[in-house]
């Protein structure tokens, strides 16, 4: 097997293996880098299939960004007490019920068609991407841009409102 | 790389993701099931990606995504800061004054 | 390069058409702006945010008057068609009213209008949007400022109505995320009103396809709060502010229509698709009928009852989606009128109601006494909820089930019959709950002293709103001039 | 020019009556007295004019005058007069009694508080039992024929306050109406066969069946009405009323109408209806006279008689000779009407004296009376006179009408098994003359028993003239000169009726020999109940209790628990299950979506979370269910 | 001239309430006499219209004709629908009833002290709907005027009632307004389904009465034309739509199975308001099946109008019954009501010119009779707030006035003739017995079992005179005082009403004139109109 077939059955591994593992776990910390080493594997596979600004883009975002927000998050929520809470589970058999169901449904009604790959798949560049964005994209490219502004305005708000005393 | 697998972990990851929503008793490990939910999505639009290399909306709308998911983010940690100084607790199940 | 010139003079002329998106943006910066340097008890940020609205408002009129063309705008990423020019200007218009009735909303003013500003802005990008990632930054828009406003309130309750709306419509945006990316798999175009799109569907008319729209209805449905995807909207509705409830339970309602309607016009492929979606449609919409109206039965709250009563009304305006046919889209834009006006005169006058600490619903008994005027006005509204003659939602249900009547006559579909007697029978038990409020107010003597505020401007607009209601009954034939003149073409 | 002279006599004729009831309506209570001379006054021209009529009219064409009345469907409802023999006979006898009632009630009412009311509805029964008289058609001899006995019902209920009075009235009405019930179907018949209902038009029934059924509806009709067997026990319980009213109302005018109509629609019955009117005929006198038999109150006695000549009148015009019941219904009118006014005067009389004397006994009641032959002389003579002729003594008018309706009876009998009914009526007659003299041995010549302690003087003369002046129309002369001819003017203005001397020889000396037979039998005797039946008028009343009104109050009673358990019930049911259905789905949201569905393996583990998540606003719960309704969704679709 | 007459009818009261409503609440006694003025000049009007109306010529007449709605429906043609007011010989004498039981009404209720101004703003705006239900020709507007009615009515017994009165305003209202569901099923489907004169390829579906009875209107492949028989589970569309229409309408007209609201409201609605409720609103029900059921589907009606005679005989029989059982005078008095009721629907299955002319005639007869038995009820009422028949007797010597009223107001109640009930029921019967023979729908027997309903109506009627009025005067103890007899004002309620009543009984022709060639008209439209269809049918 060439050596790109088997770094990317091992990314597939790793993501596979942390998503389950942020079922399981305990400890919310252990899920947070449960989740980070997941999200660095899909950014690896992103780049293997040839979305390397994507791959880029996700370890900055998401990587970055949002696993930082959420340890940020479990620091300010769980200092009840030295050691973290435990997580407990609800309901346990509805959840996995509703889970495989989806799964089953997802992959039983695949058709093959769906899986052709062409024949050259070759590269495709950051360039191209530049130029779709401003040019077929320019509106959800802007719009996004108030969406960020006025939603991080609000959430701003909510989160430092103190119950002024009035 | 081959999309068959590609949507199979996409779908997998959807479905613990799902998992993790409805089960978990922690809101932030909510927030987390949601992320997975949407690189899942991710995963498949850049998988099909393939499919069509001229072009590149599939990973465009994944840039997009993310985007979004740090946007929803910020907002769900907001509302949980909240919820948390009013009832002590992040437990969403706990959280139940409105009824009926 | 070419192909980037014809691009970007293609964005310059869009621009053009894009005013009433461009000003609303502005205003938001506006309103950011105002909410730095406010302080507590200033009118001036309600006078900005209500100017801001009404020139939205006016710009989306006047673009109603120009063109009766539908024009791709943006490179394929919205349809500016009189059918979108239509739903902006309800839009606009429940925002106004909005506006109007949030004079009593104290904190932190000027963020609240930026958020309901960039909702309205999101509304607006949703109903004309063509393209997936258009249509889903465009839900966001309006779902994570709504997440944001319904903890306005700021009390625990509010926090709460917040997580839950938070929770349940991001996973549901994430199950809509993972449909769409299954139909770019299928079709490998995002753009779902392109001809390779419905080629694509064409030859797929398989069960995979069933599922990923499904999945992607998921969204839309939840915007709509509509059957499967509705438990968040009580729990919501009771907490959340007034005004916010009476937005919330319009505006995105309206969006969530008009995209699900292009979604499936594009779907049915005028005729040509194999797999009759009108009966899913047909089965949500009984499905939203049955459990509004029977849930509603029991609430004590009156903002409750009004969350599971928008929820019926919502299974009228599927109603509007399954006929598909021109005229039943033009009764279902009547329809949606009429809703949009009882909605928010119901609204306005619980609102009214509450300054004056009455909340519970035994808490009307004896305010048919107390304040005639504005008990006669709220039972107007109600009464046109439920559909008696006097009122226009009469006339609006009439148009409904005839649409129903003459797409059943036509098609000899029993779905089209089993919601037929659906809707009627709903209409009866709707009776059941929409009387209770007057049945407290006019017949029950008061239980307790009730405070005496006279508000004459509250009245006046409350007035201006049953005017509207009465003359709807009376003239339709004026409003639905102005309907058929809309053209559905995608 | 004699038909309008006629016409407008015959308006003023019918108006004057209902001018009286009007009148005493209007005059004040001031001139209270002036009320019963005026009524007296305006009766005694209507009589007057009555007899001219007769006398210019007798043995005329027919006369027949219409006016439009109303259009219903392509048929138009006439109303007018229909002037014959018959009619005259009747106008006469009714604007005759009437002028004596109300010249006797005159004396009999005075003081009675609702005086005013009772000359009215006197005025007003006159006039309609006019109108019945003359009607054109038998829509407004119907219409009449209801108001009589609507008269009926406000004259015996008249005094107000005793209870048993307003039983009897209202008794009346519905029997009555039980048996009008017979005369609408008649009408209905009559109407959809010949759709007209004028009297000439109505007999040309062609349809067999329908002409049997119309007359047999007719036939009940006039059974109600005429106190015929079934439905003859209002007539007794009647005599609730004022006594003058049992005369004119109970003796000789309503009960009456009912032959009247027969006779008026003779040509319509078939000969079968004619036997049934026969048997019905007879067995209602023959049970009228044995009743009466036992009766201990004049009244009761008088009113039994009463039902045993009516029976007598119906089989007469059941053989066919319907001029022969005219006759008997004419001198029958006379003479009970006599009697009536004088037990009227006895009661008056020994009322009177009770209050003199502060004693109290009920004077109708033919024990306590006795001997009053000294004391009140005059209506002793004229009581006695009356009953003659009620008997058939020879030289009275009752033994002519009686005579002929045996010879009708037994040409009609002709040696078959109609023989049995002639004999019955012989019986009848008998049993007449017995109860007829065990009356007045009581009343007058007996040994005074109650009435001793009374001083009774005799009554004053404008009660004593209507009697003195029935008494004497009562005598032979009334039917024709030669006391054993009942061929005199009245039957050759109708149909002269056969002779058989045999039979009236028989009857000659059968009569005087059984009276004898009766006096010698009474002479010993006193009065005591022998039998039960016969008492109480065959327990027609339970009977009639029985089968119509407690069943009738039973099913009534099953209507409202019907109403209120079934129909409310399945009505509340309804709104119930819209009730109940909004609980279920509250029931199912809280207890299905909220506790989270537990694998049975998991359940013992899970209990803790299970109890703790009831509350409603679970989070995570909603978005597990709309999910799982969406996966549901699908499989149902896709499988 | 006469264009504008009925629109002035309606309008006079609306404007009246409107009036009301801009007076202010101080001076209480005012809105009583802005109530009369207002009844007064409708009374001038009805005198206007029924000189300007002439009684030999059948049809519409008096017709005013202004579009209201016209709406492009795109590829189903236009909806058109016109406010057209029109009256004829049915609808004109029960709009001379509504508006003489009205004015009795706003004079019967002149001691309302609750809240005089809601009283008599709901008041007018019930007189208003009920006149128009009886002048409309169009549909949608008769289907507005019907509706109209049902909230005044709710909230008048609702408010001003007695103790269950919110129980029974609720039930009113769930009857009728299920009753009207129905309605609106059928004027759906019926006005989708018809088209005024527009020619072929343009279908201008109409709402008007005279086009849906006109076979030849009916769009061809519509779901109720009769040649394209469409059946919904199994039973054809067109039977569908007539049984809802019976239904929806003998809610209204209470008949046997579906009345149980009626004996509630009469109960607990005040005096006024059950006056109005038995004189007006049961003859809608009435009304409705004359005017639209029977027209609108003749083949059907011939076809079903055993069953509606058979329901008539029920309600006869039944209410009589329910009536004997009844303790509460009141609930007496609306059980009889069931029981005339079902007159109107043997006369009206007879379809023969009696049986139809005496149905509209029981109708307005029965509306003077019950007017007066509830005002009758009401002075009862006033006094001693008890309407238990045991707890009188012998009011006769106490009240001889109100007694003479009595006995008058429960004769022509059970069919006296002379009086307008008889005349009714005659009519009836002829029609009945008459159909056995000419147009074989009806059996002889249902006319025999409906004279029975006389028999009882005599019982119970008579009964309740001899428990309430004759026999010893006493009273319970605590009601004794009050029993003055009828006084200036209820004399000049109840005297009209007795005049009517007489004159009605003496001089039927006055009435007829109007009736008769409606009768005609009605049963040829029906007979002829079956023929058609059935010759359509056979093509």
Redesign the interface.
């Known amino acids: 097997m060439s050596l790109l077939n088997v770094t990317?059955?091992f990314f597939?591994a790793l993501?596979?293996s942390s998503?389950?593992a942020?079922?399981f776990v305990k400890n919310?910390f252990h899920?947070?880098l449960a989740?980070l080493s997941?999200?660095l594997g899909?950014a690896a596979?992103?780049i293997?299939?040839?979305?390397e600004?994507?791959g880029v883009?996700?370890i900055l975002?998401?990587a970055g960004?949002?696993v930082i927000?959420?340890i940020?998050?479990?620091m300010?929520?769980?200092k009840s007490g030295a050691q973290p809470i435990p997580?407990?589970?609800?309901?346990?058999?509805?959840?996995?019920?509703?889970?495989?169901?989806?799964?089953f449904?997802?992959?039983f009604?695949?058709?093959k068609a769906?899986?052709?790959?062409?024949a050259?798949?070759?590269?495709?560049s950051i360039e191209?991407?530049g130029?779709?964005?401003l040019?077929?994209?320019?509106?959800?490219f802007?719009?996004?841009g108030?969406?960020?502004?006025?939603?991080?305005?609000?959430?701003?708000?909510?989160?430092g409102?103190k119950?002024?005393r009035? | 790389m081959p999309i068959q697998p590609l949507y199979i972990l996409s779908a997998l990851l959807l479905s613990i993701g799902l998992v993790i929503v409805i089960v978990k008793r922690n809101a932030i490990m909510v927030l987390m099931g949601i992320e997975l939910m949407l690189n899942a999505a991710n995963i498949n639009l850049i998988a099909f990606n393939q499919k069509v290399p001229m072009s590149v909306d599939g990973q465009i709308f994944s840039l997009f995504v993310m985007i979004i998911a740090v946007c929803e983010t910020a907002v769900g940690l907001a509302i949980i800061l909240q919820v948390y100084r009013h009832y002590q607790t992040s437990i969403p199940d706990e959280v139940n004054e409105l009824k009926g | 390069m070419q192909g980037l010139a014809d691009k970007l003079e293609w964005i310059q002329l869009s621009i053009a058409y894009a005013w009433p998106e461009i000003w609303l943006c502005i205003s938001v910066v506006l309103l950011l702006f105002a909410s730095l340097i406010q302080s507590n008890q200033n009118k001036w940020i309600d006078a900005l945010a209500l100017m801001a609205f009404l020139i939205s408002l006016l710009l989306s009129a006047l673009q109603f008057a120009e063109s009766n063309t539908s024009m791709a705008l943006f490179n394929g990423m919205l349809r500016l068609s009189d059918f979108s020019i239509y739903i902006k200007v309800l839009i606009d218009l429940a925002a106004v009213l909005t506006v109007f009735m949030s004079y009593a909303q104290q904190e932190k003013k000027g963020e609240y209008y930026a958020l309901i500003a960039t909702a309205t802005l999101g509304a607006h990008l949703l109903c004309m949007s063509n393209h997936f990632v258009m249509a889903f930054i465009a839900l966001e828009l309006i779902s994570l400022p709504s997440y944001a406003l319904a903890a306005f309130g700021f009390q625990k309750k509010s926090m709460e109505a917040a997580l839950k709306y938070f929770l349940f419509g991001s996973v549901a945006s994430a199950i809509m995320l993972y449909g769409m990316s299954l139909l770019y798999g299928i079709t490998l175009t995002l753009d779902f009103t392109s001809a390779t799109f419905q080629q694509a569907v064409l030859y797929n008319q398989s069960y995979f396809l069933i599922i990923s729209v499904c999945m992607v209805l998921i969204g839309f449905l939840f915007k709509l709060s509509s059957a499967p995807a509705h438990p968040w909207a009580p729990d919501v509705y009771e907490a959340a502010p007034t005004p916010l409830v009476a937005f919330f339970s319009v505006v995105p309602k309206l969006a969530g229509l008009s995209i699900l309607l292009r979604f499936m016009q594009v779907l049915s492929l005028n005729g040509a698709a194999s797999i009759r979606w009108y009966i899913i449609i047909g089965l949500v919409a009984m499905l939203t009928l049955t459990v509004g109206n029977f849930a509603a039965l029991l609430q004590k709250n009156p903002k409750r009852m009004m969350a599971y009563s928008s929820i019926a009304q919502t299974g009228f305006l599927l109603i509007g989606v399954i006929t598909l046919s021109e005229q039943g889209l033009h009764f279902m834009l009547f329809y949606a009128t009429v809703f949009l006006v009882g909605n928010y005169l119901v609204f306005w006058y619980i609102s009214f109601f509450e300054d004056r600490s009455i909340s519970a619903i035994e808490q009307y008994a004896g305010t048919g006494k107390n304040y005639p005027f504005a008990s006669i006005m709220l039972l107007i509204g109600l009464i046109s909820l439920t559909g008696l003659p006097p009122t226009a939602g009469f006339m609006g249900k009439l148009f409904i089930f005839s649409s129903l009547w003459s797409s059943y006559e036509s098609s000899e579909g029993m779905m089209y019959l089993l919601v037929f007697i659906v809707g009627l029978l709903n209409t009866v038990v709707s009776l059941f709950f929409y009387l209770k409020i007057p049945y407290q107010a006019f017949l029950k003597s008061e239980s307790q002293v009730l405070i005496i505020k006279k508000s004459p401007l509250i009245n006046l607009l409350g007035f201006i709103l049953v005017m509207v209601l009465l003359g709807l009954f009376f003239m339709p034939s004026g409003l639905m001039g102005w309907l058929n003149r809309i053209t559905f073409a995608l | 020019m004699k038909q309008e002279l006629m016409l407008s006599l015959l308006l003023i004729l019918v108006a004057l009556p209902l001018f009286s009831a009007l009148l005493s309506q209007l005059i004040s209570e001031k001139y209270r007295w002036l009320n019963p001379l005026l009524s007296g006054l305006i009766l005694l021209i209507t009589t007057i004019l009555a007899a001219s009529l007769v006398s210019t009219h007798w043995n005329q064409p027919e006369l027949l005058w219409q006016i439009k009345w109303f259009e219903l469907g392509a048929h138009t409802m006439t109303a007018g007069f229909y002037i014959n023999n018959t009619t005259l006979v009747m106008m006469l006898v009714v604007s005759f009694i009437s002028l004596m009632v109300h010249l006797f009630s005159n004396g009999y009412m005075a003081g009675d508080p609702f005086e005013k009311g009772y000359y009215t509805m006197l005025g007003f029964f006159t006039f309609c039992m006019l109108g019945l008289v003359l009607a054109d058609n038998l829509l407004l001899l119907f219409v009449f024929w209801e108001l009589v006995g609507f008269s009926s019902y406000t004259l015996i209920g008249h005094w107000r306050e005793k209870l048993a009075a307003a039983k009897a009235a209202s008794k009346a009405f519905i029997i009555n109406r039980i048996a009008d019930v017979g005369f609408i179907a008649a009408i209905m018949i009559l109407y959809s066969q010949t759709s007209s209902l004028s009297l000439t038009e109505v007999t040309a029934v062609t349809d067999t069946f329908w002409r049997n059924a119309a007359g047999i509806c007719l036939l009940i009709g006039v059974m109600g009405k005429s106190a015929q067997f079934p439905f003859f026990n209002w007539l007794p319980s009647a005599m609730e009323g004022p006594t003058p009213v049992s005369a004119l109302i109970h003796a000789a005018t309503m009960v009456v109408a009912g032959i009247f109509l027969l006779i008026r629609m003779f040509p319509l019955f078939t000969v079968e209806v004619l036997d049934i009117m026969v048997i019905v005929g007879c067995t209602t006198a023959l049970l009228g006279s044995l009743a009466a038999l036992q009766q201990f109150d004049i009244k009761k006695i008088l009113a039994y008689s009463t039902i045993s000549q009516l029976g007598l009148m119906v089989a007469a015009v059941g053989t066919g000779a319907y001029g022969v019941a005219l006759l008997h219904l004419f001198t029958h009118a006379f003479f009970k009407a006599g009697l009536f006014l004088g037990a009227g005067a006895i009661i008056h009389a020994l009322h009177r004296a009770q209050h003199a004397a502060h004693v109290h006994f009920d004077v109708q009641d033919i024990r306590h009376l006795g001997g009053l032959k000294k004391v009140l002389p005059i209506t002793a003579l004229c009581f006695i006179i009356c009953s003659a002729a009620l008997s058939g003594f020879p030289l009275f008018s009752g033994f002519q009408s009686k005579d002929a309706i045996l010879v009708s009876l037994f040409e009609w009998s002709g040696n078959s098994w109609r023989l049995i009914f002639a004999w019955s009526v012989v019986i009848s007659s008998a049993t007449t003359i017995v109860y007829s003299m065990r009356m007045v041995w009581f009343i007058f010549f007996a040994t005074p028993q109650k009435t001793t302690q009374l001083t009774v003087s005799e009554v004053p003369f404008l009660l004593r003239l209507p009697l003195i002046v029935l008494s004497v129309c009562s005598l032979w002369f009334v039917v024709s000169f030669h006391p054993l001819e009942y061929n005199g003017w009245l039957m050759e203005g109708i149909v002269p009726a056969k002779h058989n001397l045999f039979i009236t020889w028989l009857s000659m000396i059968l009569v005087p020999s059984v009276s004898i037979m009766a006096w010698w039998w009474f002479r010993k005797r006193t009065l005591q109940p022998v039998n039960h039946i016969l008492q109480n008028g065959f327990y027609l009343d339970h009977l009639n209790d029985l089968i119509l009104k407690k069943p009738g109050l039973i099913v009534a009673s099953k209507t409202e628990k019907i109403d209120k358990r079934w129909i409310d019930g399945s009505l509340h049911a309804l709104a119930y299950t819209q009730v109940t259905m909004a609980h279920l789905l509250a029931w199912f949201d809280t207890w299905i979506v909220d506790g989270t569905v537990n694998g049975i393996a998991w359940m013992a583990r899970q209990t803790g979370a299970l109890a703790r998540s009831f509350s409603g606003g679970k989070i995570q719960s909603y978005i597990f269910w709309s999910v799982i309704t969406l996966i549901i969704f699908l499989f149902w679709i896709l499988f | 001239m006469h264009a504008y007459l009925l629109s002035l009818l309606l309008l006079i009261p609306l404007v009246g309430a409107l009036l009301m409503l801009a007076t202010p609440n101080v001076h209480r006694s005012l809105f009583r006499w802005i109530a009369l003025g207002v009844s007064a000049l409708q009374l001038i009007a009805l005198v206007l219209i029924l000189s300007h109306y002439n009684t030999s010529q059948a049809g519409l007449q008096l017709s005013e004709l202004r579009p209201w709605i016209t709406l492009d429906m795109g590829i189903w043609g236009i909806l058109q629908s016109n406010y057209f007011l029109a009256v004829d010989g049915l609808s004109l004498p029960l709009v001379a009833l509504s508006v003489i039981i009205i004015t009795i009404a706003i004079i019967s209720s002149w001691k309302i002290e609750k809240s005089p101004k809601g009283y008599f703003t709901l008041l007018l705006i019930l007189n208003a709907a009920v006149i128009g239900t009886f002048c409309a020709q169009d549909f949608l507007l008769f289907y507005l005027f019907f509706e109209f009615m049902l909230l005044p009515m709710f909230f008048l017994i609702g408010i001003w009632g007695g103790a269950r009165r919110e129980y029974a305003s609720i039930k009113f209202f769930l009857y009728t307004l299920l009753g009207s569901i129905f309605i609106l099923i059928v004027m759906i489907a019926l006005y989708l389904s018809t088209q005024s004169t527009g020619d072929a390829e343009l279908v201008i579906h109409s709402f008007s009465f005279i086009d849906m009875q006109q076979s030849s209107h009916i769009i061809s492949n519509a779901v109720l034309d009769p040649q394209n028989n469409v059946t919904i589970l199994g039973i054809s569309a067109r039977v569908w739509a007539f049984m809802l229409l019976f239904i929806g309408f003998g809610i209204k007209l209470p008949m046997v199975p579906l009345h149980t609201w009626l004996p509630d409201a009469h109960v607990e609605a005040p005096t006024p308001i059950s006056v109005l409720l038995a004189a007006l609103l049961l003859k809608i029900g009435g009304y409705g099946l004359l005017r639209i059921a029977y027209p609108i589907f003749p083949d059907i009606a011939l076809q079903l109008s055993w069953l509606v005679a058979l329901f008539g005989v029920i309600a006869i029989i039944y209410g009589a019954l329910a009536a004997m059982a009844s303790k509460d005078l009141k609930r007496l008095i609306a059980y009889s009501s069931v029981s005339h009721m079902g007159f109107v629907l043997l006369g009206l299955a007879s379809v023969t010119p009696e049986g139809v002319a005496g149905a509209a005639y029981q109708m307005i007869s029965h509306g003077f009779i019950s007017a007066m038995l509830f005002l009758l009820v009401g002075v009862l009422y006033d006094r001693t707030h008890d309407r238990m028949i045991q707890n009188y007797s012998g009011l006769s010597s106490k009240m001889p006035v109100y007694f003479s009223f009595t006995l008058l107001a429960f004769f022509a109640s059970l069919g006296l003739p002379g009086l307008s009930g008889f005349m009714a029921e005659l009519m009836v019967f002829l029609g009945a017995f008459k159909s056995g023979s000419t147009n074989y729908l009806l059996h002889e027997s249902f006319a025999i079992i409906a004279t029975l309903g006389l028999v009882l109506g005599a019982a119970y009627y008579l009964w309740t005179l001899q428990r309430m009025f004759f026999g010893q005067y006493h009273v319970k103890i605590n009601l004794d005082n009050q029993l003055t007899d009828v006084d200036f004002r209820e004399k000049l309620m109840l005297f009209p009403l007795a005049i009517f009543i007489i004159v009605l009984g003496i001089f039927p022709q006055l009435l007829l004139d109007y009736l008769n060639p409606f009768a005609d008209a009605f049963t040829n439209t029906v007979i002829e109109g079956g023929k058609t269809i059935k010759v359509l049918l056979q093509k």
């Open positions: 990317f059955y597939y993501v596979a998503a389950l942020l079922l919310i899920a947070a989740l997941c999200l899909i596979l992103f293997l299939s040839m979305a600004f994507a883009a996700q975002l998401y960004g949002v927000l959420l940020f998050g479990i300010l929520t769980n997580i407990k589970n609800t309901g346990l058999f509805g959840g996995l019920l509703v889970g495989s169901g989806l799964f449904l997802l992959l009604f695949t058709s769906l899986f052709v790959l062409p050259n798949t070759n590269a495709g191209k991407i130029i779709e964005l040019t077929d994209y320019v509106l959800p802007e719009i996004t108030i969406l960020l502004l006025a939603v991080l305005a609000g959430a701003a708000t909510i989160a409102y119950a002024s009035n």
